[in-house]
């Protein structure tokens, strides 16, 4: 059996909860960073998302047991992180915001310490930050200084340090700060492959909605320090499509017929727009079509946005609050 | 203890200046020679001229030895400690599987190394040379032998004073040269207080200033150890007893500890 079998079998064995809270609260004196959050996070790629100040960098600190919770219950892997950080943090790689690089060493050198800082052997460590380096794009420019890079090689050497000791999840903490259109793009891809390809659970705080859409299977909404909403991306969207109509002939007939069927429709600018969840809808327009003898000129079906549905969630969110 | 010795050796590497640009490896070149190059001389000279018989003392060495392990902390201490907060390294040792508690005490043996290195070598060498230029060398070196147990504990005395205020000083700042004048500065400012308030109040309890005078201190440790400190220091005109000097240097740790603490350990 291969060290990539054991990992594997290793990993089909894990719970698939990964991570879980109870009434998790952080106060720095009268500031409320997180005020009780209650979430089971799953084992997948994560999107943590929030504006800036949201409380998702307390999170994080958190949940690396950097940080102690003022109250509430969080367990990583099964480990309650208050009472087991060390044994945590070894099965963790942390990629954070702001820098955090040696200047004066090697790429090679450092992603290299920071292996053996992690209790690798000596040739494991030499062996395996060659590889990450490779992995994040950076084979040929491992033994510059780090001084001399670009941001986005910075960027990469960070994730490579992460990565280094083989962790079983990687928090990456906006990695695409910083970062031109193809490094981004470069970058959202081996994120999505050390999820996809090297099995490693992410969880990729960020408040760029594009960057959870397109990496992210699950995601966690945070605002001003409390949960907003969290839910596989898959169902949080198919939970907001949109069909846009438009049609010749009897309109509130058409409508009446949908409606009947129990859809909502709404009527705007001789547009009219349905929401639905699943393919009945189509069903549904057809026999309506037939029943009203309306004839359809246009069908545009449209998944809403995260960006609108996140939207959505803290105006609701902050409507709660103004009214509670 | 992996993490341990991956610490120390990068902190060493740091500190030493190995693979790093020649500039950086001057100031330890100087200070390791200014160590060991009077060793030598002690030894080679009278076994060249032929004194038989001559003995260079220890305590003598260590007075000497311990102006470096001050220039020697001053310039490693900030090595160790300033490039690791200015570059933001911290976090990502902390989210190893290590504490904090971890990285500082790796960081005070690999500081506590090099001053060990500097302070202790040169000693055992010049004991194995007084041996040498003795007329039966391995009977002086049995006879006197409670000698090296006196060496390694100035040694570590000095070493493990110098490695925790050196350290506590440069957790201060994240400016190399800053924290090295300020571990300098200490010093020689704290001496010529002790030094000046000692001459200035003529009390019973006026001994005190010896015991928190920078400079004096391994004046002190040698006093405890060897039993004599340097003709003229402050421990030698204040007539304070070796033991005294133990509870200093564990004092000096202490509060440095605390420094320390404040700095690294405590949480938020």
Request: net charge negative.
């Amino acid at each position: 059996m291969t060290a990539l079998d054991v990992k594997q079998a290793h990993k089909a064995t894990i719970n698939e909860t990964l991570i879980e809270s109870t009434g998790l609260s952080k106060h720095y004196g009268k500031t409320v960073a997180l005020d009780g959050v209650t979430v089971t996070l799953p084992n997948a790629a994560i999107g943590l998302l929030g504006p800036n100040g949201a409380g998702k960098s307390t999170f994080l600190k958190l949940m690396l047991g950097l940080s102690y919770p003022t109250s509430g219950d969080l367990h990583v892997f099964g480990r309650n992180v208050t009472h087991d950080p060390l044994e945590v943090r070894r099965r963790i790689g942390y990629m954070p915001e702001s820098d955090c690089l040696a200047m004066d060493t090697t790429a090679f050198d450092f992603v290299r310490h920071m292996a053996e800082v992690s209790g690798l052997p000596t040739t494991d460590a030499r062996l395996r930050a060659a590889d990450m380096l490779y992995l994040c794009g950076l084979d040929e420019e491992r033994y510059r200084m780090i001084r001399e890079f670009s941001t986005g090689m910075k960027q990469r050497v960070k994730l490579a340090q992460a990565l280094v000791h083989d962790p079983d999840l990687v928090f990456l903490d906006e990695p695409t700060n910083g970062l031109d259109p193809s490094g981004h793009d470069e970058m959202l891809n081996l994120i999505r492959r050390i999820n996809d390809e090297l099995g490693i659970a992410v969880v990729l705080s960020s408040h760029v909605l594009e960057d959870i859409e397109r990496v992210c299977d699950y995601v966690m909404m945070i605002d001003s320090g409390r949960l907003i909403g969290s839910g596989y991306l898959k169902d949080l969207m198919d939970s907001k499509q949109e069909i846009t109509l438009e049609i010749d002939g009897d309109a509130p007939a058409f409508i009446r017929s949908l409606e009947s069927r129990n859809f909502v429709v709404e009527s705007k600018d001789e547009l009219l727009q349905i929401a639905y969840s699943d393919d009945d809808v189509f069903d549904a327009i057809r026999d309506a079509a037939v029943d009203s003898g309306a004839a359809i000129r246009s069908l545009a079906a449209r998944r809403t946005s995260l960006e609108e549905f996140y939207i959505g969630v803290v105006e609701r969110s902050q409507a709660d609050r103004t009214s509670g | 203890m992996r993490s341990y010795s991956a610490i120390i050796y990068h902190s060493w590497r740091r500190a030493l200046g190995i693979r790093r640009k020649w500039t950086a490896k001057i100031l330890p070149i100087i200070l390791y020679s200014a160590a060991f190059i009077p060793v030598i001389g002690f030894i080679s000279v009278p076994a060249i001229i032929g004194i038989d018989g001559f003995r260079f003392e220890p305590s003598e060495l260590f007075s000497t030895i311990s102006l470096i392990l001050l220039v020697f902390a001053a310039a490693a201490s900030p090595e160790m400690l300033c490039d690791d907060r200015r570059e933001n390294v911290l976090p990502l040792y902390y989210s190893r599987g290590m504490s904090r508690w971890d990285y500082l005490a790796a960081k005070l043996l690999a500081l506590g190394g090099i001053m060990l290195s500097v302070s202790l070598f040169p000693a055992l060498l010049l004991h194995l040379g007084n041996s040498f230029l003795q007329d039966q060398p391995f009977h002086y070196l049995s006879s006197n032998w409670e000698e090296l147990f006196k060496i390694l504990a100035a040694a570590l005395l000095l070493s493990l004073f110098y490695a925790a205020l050196g350290l506590a000083v440069a957790s201060m700042t994240e400016r190399k040269g800053i924290a090295s004048a300020i571990v300098i500065g200490i010093f020689l400012a704290g001496s010529a207080i002790a030094n000046g308030l000692y001459e200035a109040i003529e009390q019973s309890w006026s001994f005190v200033f010896a015991l928190v005078s920078p400079m004096d201190i391994p004046d002190g440790i040698l006093l405890l150890v060897f039993g004599e400190a340097s003709s003229g220091s402050l421990p030698d005109r204040a007539d304070v007893d070796g033991p005294w000097f133990l509870l200093s240097v564990l004092g000096f740790v202490c509060f440095s500890g605390i420094l320390l603490y404040r700095r690294y350990l405590r949480e938020d």
